[in-house]
């Protein structure tokens, strides 16, 4: 994007929770005990750690075996060893100490369905006091009170066209604030613009409204959240987005993965969203050299990035929307460079690899066809931005797929038309490339109906065009909300 930039009343809440027991009641000692909340294949674990001593401990190890068809994922609150299906894992430098009678908790998500066994902390039965480790299940119930929502957001598809737009949820840059009650109903996605890092490498994201001296209409946080919920019951998918231009997120390590999906998890259990926008920009993905094949990326920011993407659709399944909104640079600008090939940018179709590795799990790609510079279409000639002539090229693009750098044995194969929507500034101020209504409606007409078409003539015609997004709503209503009533009434659900 250009310039970036609960219900928390109180609830009670029933949940169903698998624990495992690894000890009788009665055993002293230090113990652990572990509980999971279950998905399709897998499920996220919660390790308790009590002292039932009389004297302090300065320090944990918990270590217990899973089956070659169980294991280890994203984890927090620990450090993780692992050897063949050996796992240990200790604790940080700020939850090791505990108590007498006091307790710790750390945990992390399974791939598979098998519960932990041979559990020992300190060396000693999970148990405690000694006792061989012994392993019970049992399912509870379990009624408790929390100021956060959880569970699964409210489910539906999505409309056969779509208008998608960023909200200026964490700071208000100039086009004023909007309360999430208040977006107007034209609009069937709400990317939440932007959960950001605490640096470019943690991989750990934050949320937050934006503060009350930015935004003094801001709501609080618990109007924020029952607007949400009512905007889902509408039928609105709210999204939280990552990213943007302020916002880069290079996942160049194993543990920035697993802060990634545990810190994007907790944001969108918190809030109750229903999936992610991923919109990397700047250096978030650039490409190493000798990394030449889209198909099997090798670079750790790219692969990272796949795998974190993958556990959160595991994690949350079917129902999960997953949107990218790349700029044009790292997904068209690919049919020229790729990489640092021949002395180029090493960012040119970074996105490429994410795309395909997840385009069965992809909801939509749209790319940002605006802050662009002349791309090259597949008619071999530059197009520019601000007409109709730049959409139908650079959408083409990725509808009808295209060699990577040239080459024909690495083609980016089409995305489904339903896949794809075209992104759009929704005023003059909110980013290079603004497109007046008639020319945006031109452009639709060509790719959609194959008519109206100019210079440029589209590989097909695709009347499953999903729709369009926009930077922003908020720039929408600076701009009397033109975009959004425009172009819905051009594209009725």
């Known amino acids: 994007m250009l310039l970036f930039a609960r219900i928390s009343a109180v609830a009670a809440l029933v949940l169903g929770t698998v624990i495992v027991s690894l000890a009788p009641a009665s055993a002293a000692g230090v113990t652990a005990t572990f509980s999971k909340q279950s998905w399709d294949t897998g499920y996220t674990a919660t390790v308790t750690i009590k002292n039932e001593t009389s004297a302090p401990i300065s320090s944990w190890k918990v270590e217990f075996d899973y089956p070659a068809s169980t294991s280890v994922g994203a984890y927090w ?145 618990a109007e924020f959240i029952a607007g949400i919920r009512a905007q889902q019951q509408k039928g609105k998918k709210v999204l939280i987005s990552i990213g943007g231009q302020n916002g880069q997120v290079r996942l160049e390590t194993t543990a920035a993965r697993d802060a990634f999906v545990r810190s994007v998890g907790a944001i969108i259990d918190k809030y109750g969203l229903n999936g992610l926008d991923v919109d990397f920009e700047g250096h978030s993905l650039s490409l190493n050299s000798g990394d030449v094949d889209f198909r099997n990326p090798t670079t750790p920011v790219v692969v990272n990035l796949i795998s974190a993407l993958r556990s959160l659709k595991s994690r949350y399944g079917a129902n999960f929307v997953l949107t990218m909104a790349p700029e044009t640079f790292f997904v068209q600008v690919g049919y020229q460079f790729y990489g640092g090939a021949g002395g180029g940018d ?13 385009r069965n799990d992809l909801t939509l790609l749209h790319v940002q066809h605006y802050n662009s510079g002349p791309v090259m279409g597949l008619d071999n000639q530059y197009h520019f931005m601000g007409g109709s002539d730049f959409h139908i090229a650079m959408a ?78 908020n720039w929408d209503k600076f701009n009397n909300y033109e975009f959004s009533k425009a172009h819905r009434a051009y594209l009725p659900r």
């Open 346 to 358: 090493a960012r040119t179709g970074a996105y490429l690899p994410v795309i395909e590795a997840m």
């Open 77 to 221: 609150d620990s450090l993780l060893t692992k050897s063949g299906n050996h796992y240990a894992f200790v604790n940080r430098e700020y939850n090791g100490s505990v108590a007498p009678g006091a307790s710790v908790t750390f945990g992390y998500n399974a791939g598979g369905t098998a519960d932990p066994a041979n559990c020992t902390i300190n060396g000693a039965a999970c148990a405690g006091g000694g006792n061989p480790p012994t392993t019970t299940t049992r399912t509870t119930t379990t009624t408790t009170t929390t100021t956060t929502t959880t569970g699964p957001p409210p489910t539906g598809s999505l409309p056969r066209k779509v208008l998608v737009g960023y909200l200026h949820a964490s700071f208000a840059n100039g086009s004023g604030y909007i309360r999430m009650r208040d977006v107007p109903d034209e609009w069937d996605v709400i990317n939440l613009s932007f959960a950001e890092p605490t640096s470019a490498t943690s991989g750990e994201l934050r949320f937050s409204q934006c503060p009350v001296a930015e935004c003094p209409n801001v709501e609080s946080e």
């Open 396 to 473: 083409d693009m990725v509808l009808a797929g295209f060699p990577v750098r040239g080459d024909t044995s690495k083609v980016f194969a089409p995305l489904r038309q339903e896949q794809v929507a075209i992104g759009l500034p929704a005023a003059v101020p909110a980013g290079n490339g603004f497109t007046s209504v008639a020319d945006v409606h031109t452009a639709l007409n060509c790719l959609t109906k194959g008519t109206s078409c100019g210079s440029y003539k589209p590989k097909g015609v695709y009347p499953n065009l999903r729709g369009l997004m926009t930077w922003s709503i």
